[in-house]
């Protein structure tokens, strides 16, 4: 795997986050296309009120998946009109990305705008090729 420094990992996150608060479809298509390898996976452990709407109809697991660039960009295209551009929230990473390997962790919030209010909190995995792209994003959302 190519080398990751410390800077080099923060950077990376800070692109990712980045990524969901971008207003810019373009950007947005330009930074999945230099983070992902094609054929990037992006899978969500579904928020709890999927997972209750599975279960009401037998299904004991539901997770959710994005693959490659054209999902990957409608996936983020979608979470930002959902989130980010009504003004009432914004993503930003906690500063905690570790490296283990060739993944990275790290934990990043949802806050409000007006208030600072932290109101959704996730987790990444970020599964890296050689070349220090992502080939899977695993996202638990801790609430």
Known sequence: MTSLTSDRINA????YVALWNEPDDEARRRTIADLWAHGGRHVLDAPDELRAAAAAIGFARLE???SGHEELAFR????YREFVAPGAHRFR????AARLGDVVKFTWHMVQVASGDVVAVGTELLHLDASGRIVLDQQFIER
Do not use: F
């Open 12 to 15: 990376l996150v800070d692109r």
């Open 64 to 66: 959710l998946e994005a």
């Open 76 to 79: 983020a295209a979608t979470a």
């Open 93 to 96: 990473s906690t500063g905690d």
